[in-house]
């Protein structure tokens, strides 16, 4: 799956709302990237195994005819036995589904059949499988034919329990039920969305489509509905009752009976399809073996554009009526994608058809459902005219990420959820692979260092949590599609690669997928696999990445001829924790030409400068010395130097002496050491300014970043030097943003395009009055004509921002033309856009007016974080009172996806130990699984915050040095 991501992310730090370095305008897999990689950036922020079958020559024979997992001793007793158990007992387990689904697109209501052939392992007297929200008819249940003596619905624990009088034959048997339930509106399970009104849609609605009646939905006046289905991780049991866990793989034969006039679209291709007036049936052909979350169906109206690769697979993307040719983008970067993957695997594509759907209302920001992807509009259409270019590049990341799935997810898939980061991380680290080699000139690598940062915002919170993560309960599920096991797991991914080597690495890969194809696997099956390959001990080094939380950070002190490092578990709050890890550490000495590794596998260890290199050049003052540790930030750890290392490192940067990532590395670990008080606010700020000069986008999107929480946390820590400290930053940010200017160059770069809205958008942020008002002249003559050359949609945030600027309640024009190109736009991109602006005025109605838009039928729940995430520091308090006053109903809205990433998104612009308290008090009575671990962190970043600020208050020197900053020429 991936995380909507959100044009800002969160960051940690009093910095509330700060642009990503890797997501750009509108973004994708980091959308509500779950719990889903939801929302931004700390645990978002931005958006995947024990094999039981019997392995042998011929695995997908052996994985077909799979016994069930850990055969257990029957149960006697009574139904309650199987309350409170994390996962099924596994005694009895599918091999097939024949599931008939019939919604009712009007009535928002489906009915269902399900016949399960189920192979019993072990004598009992029971069958056990998950439903949720179905209404199951008792009467037709019937296994071998005999009907149970009880059947009992536990909700909690999401389990159905069949008890029979007798106990059950052992070997296959088909259980056979009716079921119905309703289409949701919580992007879940099986759900409607709305389909948007174009031309051919309202013609069509004539013809065929009965009027719109079961839903609070309006748009425009006129909605249709479309049945979409979300079922990962635990949802496919809202839809038909099954062994809803990926280990219990089984093969799928699904029917459908929708209006004749929908496109109805499954895993596999259509086998048979019937019409009967208004009512066809339509059947499709027996999936390979699959788990449930990977199921899926979508009934709408769309159109398409197709592809097929050299193999004959087709693939095809389906948008809104009217507009496939904006799917004909990651129409080509699928089919390069497959082309790709089939190489780096050494395994061909495994279904017959390839299909991926825009759906209107998507929570994540896509869904991999095998041969059936599904995504949120903003990751998957693009338009030349219409969209930003890093929605160009959020959709190629999107589209290679849930590709790399159908082989790192579907062909070969985790056994249980504390596994979820062999999907996830590697489904990340993959779509970089991919789209590295389709755009080079887009240095994604570079920007990979965004995800790494995010993955090690997180995990330097004492509330983080392992890679492998133990799941007690369905619902905690959610809330592990975060930072960790996105962007720590990539990145510890890409650490292990480099220390392998590519080449290696990926023969080792490609034999792990043939290994466990059509079957299940866990995080130590694929350590067996890389060290049986390599002859490395990849297992003991990579269990202390993944079986532990946290990560070191590196204290290098130079001592006579000798490097000293030590290592010390990393945490925001100051303290150190007890972690230790097995370090695979780089290091460069004066130059990249003679870099070393080591494993540090100790506390510390002790080099010989002549042994990091022979040429380390002299170690006077203004000689080229320098040491850079972890070269290009391929390690997931921080590095503190002592002073005559960071000078020297400093004097470096400012001779250009360092790569891009090592530029980015410095000063991200210099940002996380000030936050923990373990250097000063007042180095922090000399360092950043060593970046003067600088004109890379990635570089500059992380001073960026870093420059905005600087801002943020002076807003509380130092309120009278808030306004010099603003200046110093828009100081750095001005020079490469007069350089690129407002408009777009002939010819000019992806990434020069990209930084262009970064700079724009921050130096608005920050009040650069002449800024502002380019932005302000610039959207009043967009809104006499839309069409107008001056602001493409690259620039239209910064000026939607620098509108937002000017607005009070007194002056409220310019937010009300704001409404209006919202209610006028049809595109999603641009509908986030504004949403994205409506918070980020300093006027408190205003901001609460756009607080209680969330609730009008306008805004789909899915863009609510959109909203959220634009919140200016001066107007936080009348958000929490909001929030508090409207929890009831947010929550109801935000759903279990979403909620956790709303919390955050309010809740971390406080920055006191008081607010900490007062929030811990108002959700001690709310408390959901959903958002619990969501919510402890959000917590610790309050109260890391109130530690930063009485930091930087102790510091004698700041004032003097932004003066003396701000002085320079
Ligand atoms: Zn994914």
């Given at each position: 799956?991936?995380?909507?991501?959100?044009?800002?992310?969160?960051?940690?730090?009093?910095?509330?709302?700060?642009?990503?370095?890797?997501?750009?305008?509108?973004?994708?897999?980091?959308?509500?990237?779950?719990?889903?990689?939801?929302?931004?950036?700390?645990?978002?922020?931005?958006?995947?195994?024990?094999?039981?079958?019997?392995?042998?020559?011929?695995?997908?024979?052996?994985?077909?005819?799979?016994?069930?997992?850990?055969?257990?001793?029957?149960?006697?007793?009574?139904?309650?036995?199987?309350?409170?158990?994390?996962?099924?007992?596994?005694?009895?387990?599918?091999?097939?589904?024949?599931?008939?689904?019939?919604?009712?697109?009007?009535?928002?209501?489906?009915?269902?059949?399900?016949?399960?052939?189920?192979?019993?392992?072990?004598?009992?007297?029971?069958?056990?499988?998950?439903?949720?929200?179905?209404?199951?008819?008792?009467?037709?249940?019937?296994?071998?034919?005999?009907?149970?003596?009880?059947?009992?619905?536990?909700?909690?624990?999401?389990?159905?329990?069949?008890?029979?009088?007798?106990?059950?034959?052992?070997?296959?048997?088909?259980?056979?039920?009716?079921?119905?339930?309703?289409?949701?509106?919580?992007?879940?399970?099986?759900?409607?969305?709305?389909?948007?009104?174009?031309?051919?849609?309202?013609?069509?609605?004539?013809?065929?489509?009965?009027?719109?009646?079961?839903?609070?939905?309006?748009?425009?006046?006129?909605?249709?509905?479309?049945?979409?289905?979300?079922?990962?991780?635990?949802?496919?049991?809202?839809?038909?009752?099954?062994?809803?866990?990926?280990?219990?793989?089984?093969?799928?034969k699904i029917s459908l009976e929708v209006p004749s006039e929908l496109i109805a679209l499954s895993n596999m291709p259509v086998a048979n399809e019937s019409v009967a007036g208004p009512i066809k049936s339509v059947l499709y052909e027996e999936s390979p073996l699959m788990s449930t979350y990977l199921v899926a169906v979508v009934v709408g109206l769309f159109d398409y554009v197709e592809g097929v690769t050299p193999e004959g697979t087709k693939i095809r993307v389906y948008t809104q009526v009217g507009k496939s040719n904006q799917g004909k983008f990651a129409l080509d970067v699928g089919l390069k994608s497959l082309a790709l993957y089939k190489d780096y695997f050494g395994t061909p594509y495994p279904l017959p058809k390839l299909d991926m759907v825009a759906i209107p209302d998507f929570a994540a920001g896509a869904m991999e459902n095998y041969g059936l992807v599904t995504f949120r509009e903003v990751a998957l259409v693009f338009d030349e005219q219409s969209s930003s270019e890093s929605s160009k590049q959020n959709v190629a990341i999107t589209v290679a990420h849930e590709l790399a799935h159908q082989w790192f997810g579907n062909l070969v898939t985790m056994e249980w959820w504390t596994h979820l980061w062999l999907n996830e991380g590697f489904a990340t680290w993959m779509?970089?692979?991919?789209?590295?080699?389709?755009?080079?000139?887009?240095?994604?690598?570079?920007?990979?260092?965004?995800?790494?940062t995010a993955g090690l915002r997180l995990d330097s919170l004492e509330e983080s949590h392992p890679i492998e993560v133990e799941i007690h309960h369905a619902s905690e599920i959610d809330e592990i599609f975060d930072a960790i096991s996105y962007d720590k797991g990539a990145s510890v991914i890409r650490m292990l690669q480099n220390y392998l080597g590519a080449e290696r690495f990926q023969k080792a890969l490609a034999a792990y997928i043939r290994k466990y194809a059509y079957s299940n696997a866990k995080t130590e099956d694929l350590w067996a696999v890389l060290e049986e390959k390599t002859g490395e001990p990849v297992?003991?080094?990579?269990?202390?990445?993944?079986?532990?939380?946290?990560?070191?950070?590196?204290?290098?002190?130079?001592?006579?001829d000798y490097l000293e490092l030590e290592q010390a578990q990393f945490l925001l709050d100051g303290s150190s924790g007890p972690g230790m890890w097995i370090v695979p550490i780089t290091s460069g000495c004066s130059s990249y030409d003679t870099q070393k590794k080591y494993l540090l596998k100790s506390k510390s260890d002790k080099l010989a400068i002549k042994d990091i290199a022979s040429q380390c050049g002299t170690r006077d003052k203004?000689?080229?010395?320098?040491?850079?540790?972890?070269?290009?930030?391929?390690?997931?750890?921080?590095v503190k130097y002592d002073d005559e290392l960071a000078a020297a490192l400093q004097n470096a940067l400012q001779a250009k002496k360092l790569s891009l990532m090592d530029k980015i590395g410095i000063v991200e670990d210099a940002h996380a050491l000030s936050m923990a008080c373990k250097q000063t606010l007042t180095s922090l700020l000399r360092l950043l300014y060593a970046y003067l000069e600088e004109t890379d986008y990635s570089v500059l999107s992380h001073i960026n970043t870093v420059s905005l929480s600087v801002a943020r946390i002076s807003f509380d820590a130092t309120p009278g030097l808030v306004g010099d400290i603003k200046q110093v930053m828009i100081k750095l940010?001005?020079?490469?943003?007069?350089?690129?200017?407002?408009?777009?160059?002939?010819?000019?770069?992806?990434?020069?395009?990209?930084?262009?809205?970064?700079?724009?958008?921050?130096?608005?942020?920050?009040?650069?009055?002449?800024?502002i008002n380019e932005g302000v002249r610039r959207f009043r003559i967009f809104l006499n004509d839309r069409n107008t050359s001056l602001l493409p949609p690259n620039i239209r945030k910064a000026a939607y921002l620098a509108v937002m600027q000017n607005v009070t309640s007194l002056n409220r024009s310019g937010y009300d033309d704001l409404l209006k190109v919202y209610r006028k736009s049809a595109e999603s991109e641009e509908k986030?856009?504004?949403?994205?602006?409506?918070?980020?005025?300093?006027?408190?109605?205003?901001?609460?007016?756009?607080?209680?838009?969330?609730?009008?039928?306008?805004?789909?729940?899915?863009?609510?974080?959109?909203?959220?995430?634009?919140?200016?520091?001066?107007?936080?308090?009348?958000?929490?009172?909001?929030?508090?006053?409207?929890?009831?109903?947010?929550?109801?809205?935000?759903?279990?996806?979403?909620?956790?990433?709303?919390?955050?998104?309010?809740?971390?612009?406080?920055?006191?130990n008081e607010k900490a308290a007062e929030f811990s008090s108002f959700f001690a009575t709310r408390k959901r699984p959903a958002f619990e671990r969501t919510l402890k962190q959000s917590l610790e970043t309050v109260r890391i915050n109130a530690r930063w600020i009485q930091g930087i208050r102790s510091e004698p020197r700041l004032a003097q040095t932004v003066r003396e900053l701000l002085q320079r020429p």
């Open positions: 799956m991936s995380m909507a991501r959100s044009a800002a992310v969160l960051v940690l730090g009093a910095v509330l709302v700060l642009t990503s370095p890797a997501a750009g305008d509108v973004g994708v897999d980091a959308m509500p990237r779950g719990g889903r990689k939801m929302m931004g950036a700390i645990g978002e922020a931005r958006g995947v195994v024990v094999r039981y079958f019997a392995k042998g020559a011929n695995v997908k024979a052996a994985a077909a005819a799979a016994p069930p997992p850990r055969p257990a001793p029957a149960p006697a007793g009574s139904p309650d036995q199987f309350r409170g158990q994390p996962r099924l007992p596994r005694f009895a387990a599918p091999r097939r589904y024949d599931l008939r689904l019939r919604p009712d697109l009007v009535a928002c209501t489906f009915n269902g059949t399900v016949a399960i052939a189920v192979a019993v392992s072990a004598p009992s007297r029971f069958l056990v499988l998950n439903a949720a929200d179905l209404s199951v008819d008792r009467g037709s249940i019937r296994f071998r034919d005999v009907a149970p003596k009880n059947v009992v619905i536990f909700a909690d624990d999401e389990i159905l329990v069949l008890e029979f009088a007798k106990e059950l034959p052992l070997g296959e048997g088909v259980l056979n039920m009716k079921f119905n339930g309703t289409l949701n509106d919580q992007m879940r399970g099986f759900y409607r969305s709305l389909i948007v009104s174009f031309e051919r849609v309202l013609f069509l609605s004539f013809i065929y489509l009965v009027p719109f009646d079961c839903s609070k939905y309006q748009y425009k006046g006129k909605m249709k509905n479309m049945a979409v289905t979300q079922f990962e991780p635990v949802d496919a049991r809202r839809c038909f009752p099954c062994w809803d866990e990926p280990a219990f793989k089984a093969k799928f779509s970089h692979l991919a789209v590295d080699s389709f755009f080079p000139q887009w240095n994604i690598w570079t920007q990979f260092l965004g995800d790494t297992k003991n080094l990579m269990t202390t990445w993944t079986k532990q939380q946290g990560y070191p950070v590196i204290n290098a002190n130079l001592k006579g203004g000689g080229n010395f320098w040491i850079k540790l972890n070269i290009n930030q391929t390690g997931f750890y921080r940010l001005l020079q490469p943003a007069q350089k690129l200017g407002w408009d777009p160059k002939d010819g000019e770069s992806h990434l020069d395009a990209m930084l262009r809205p970064v700079l724009l958008d921050s130096l608005v942020r920050l009040g650069h009055e002449k800024t986030a856009r504004v949403l994205g602006v409506l918070c980020s005025c300093k006027d408190k109605n205003i901001v609460l007016e756009s607080l209680n838009f969330l609730f009008s039928s306008e805004v789909r729940y899915q863009d609510a974080y959109y909203l959220l995430q634009g919140i200016p520091v001066e107007t936080r308090e009348i958000a929490w009172v909001w929030l508090k006053k409207n929890w009831d109903l947010i929550s109801k809205i935000a759903g279990d996806t979403q909620v956790g990433g709303l919390i955050r998104y309010v809740v971390t612009l406080f920055t006191s």
